[in-house]
């Protein structure tokens, strides 16, 4: 049984700085293209970054130069750096898994964690 399990979120002050991580089980991880994802309060779900299974990286432009996303292949486990952090930043964060050779695109997704900017 595939499972993403997301930690890290919490409460942090506008220009600080969290850490999110995503365990997984389940799955060769190796192989999957993962990613994170967020969604706020009456918005929809919008990629945030995702790193191929060779390393390749993409970001979205509101997140560009203040995230990182990261993986360990060895701790089946994908990060996401943040700094910098702003309310708007505020959002569930889900991570997500898709394997690059599955022909029906299936995605997997965990429950979330929640990260809050305010002061």
């Known amino acids: 049984q595939v499972q993403l399990v997301e930690s890290g979120g919490g409460l942090v002050q506008p220009g600080g700085s969290l850490r999110l991580s995503c365990v997984v089980s389940?799955?060769?991880?190796?192989?999957?293209?993962m990613g994170w994802y967020r969604q706020a309060p009456g918005k929809q779900r919008e990629l945030v970054a995702n790193?191929?299974?060779?390393?390749?990286?993409k970001y979205a432009d509101f997140v560009k130069g203040r995230f990182t996303i990261a993986r360990d292949n060895a701790k089946k486990t994908v990060y996401l750096q943040m700094n910098s952090l702003k309310p708007e930043d505020t959002a569930v964060y889900y991570c997500?898994?898709?394997?690059?050779?599955?022909?029906?695109?299936?995605?997997?997704w965990g429950k979330g964690t929640l990260v809050t900017v305010s002061s």
């Open positions: 790193i191929t299974n060779i390393g390749n990286t």
């Open positions: 389940g799955m060769l991880f190796s192989i999957y293209d």
């Open positions: 997500n898994g898709r394997n690059p050779f599955d022909t029906t695109g299936r995605d997997y």
